[in-house]
């Protein structure tokens, strides 16, 4: 839970300074592709307002995710989830509204970018999430025993060299890949149905 309460403050505070120096100190090198753009188009797009409202969005982002940091402290099981999927959506939607604030020439471009990678990230997001969220079966046959879900193996009966039943799971000291959310971890290791398919 440390660990998950440190990385959400650190980017809440990464959100308020990179907010805060745009908008306030009027840094407008932090805004992707501001520096490259000729004085025209920056002398418009500071007309119109889009650098103050980048960094308001950037400071209103850090706001609502520490307006969803108590939920650490509750038992509330999908707190990462929420967390980190309100940045997203609330993120990327504001890039959407920003595009209105775009040079004349370039808003209706900037529009059908923003929304195009808005629905491809969220679509890629949910899929990955809804792939991480199956349920994880063991299957035992007459050769060989199978657990699934995302990513399930197949292991013959011949390689298993020794069965024990663990009370408790054991400690997690190192991991290189796969689906880990809280939410997951126990059924993980513990698989919530065992299926017999020997017979």
């Known amino acids: ?92 939607g504001g890039f959407i509204y920003l595009s209105k604030f775009e040079v004349s020439g370039k808003r209706k471009r900037s529009f059908w970018i923003s929304s195009t990678l808005f629905v491809v990230v969220l679509g890629f997001v949910s899929v990955l999430t809804f792939l991480g969220y199956e349920k994880y079966d063991l299957i035992v046959k007459d050769e060989e025993f199978e657990v699934t879900g995302l990513y399930g193996e197949v292991w013959p009966l011949e390689e298993v060299e020794e069965v024990e039943l ?22 993980s290791v513990f698989p919530p149905c065992l299926k017999d398919n020997s017979k």
Do not use: C
Request: overall charge positive; cysteine-free.
């Open 1 to 92: 839970m440390g660990i998950l309460i440190g990385i959400q403050l650190i980017v809440i505070v990464l959100f308020s300074l990179l907010g805060w120096a745009i908008r306030v100190k009027k840094n407008y090198w932090l805004i992707s592709g501001y520096v490259t753009r000729n004085k025209k188009e920056q002398e418009e797009l500071i007309k119109n307002g889009y650098p103050h409202k980048t960094g308001s969005l950037m400071i209103y982002t850090a706001v609502g995710m520490l307006i969803l940091l108590p939920l650490v402290f509750t038992s509330f099981p999908f707190v990462i989830e929420v967390q980190f999927g309100f940045m997203l959506v609330f993120l990327m």
């Open 166 to 187: 663990m009370q408790d799971m054991p400690e997690v000291t190192w991991k290189i890949n796969g689906f880990g959310l809280s939410t997951m971890l126990t059924d």
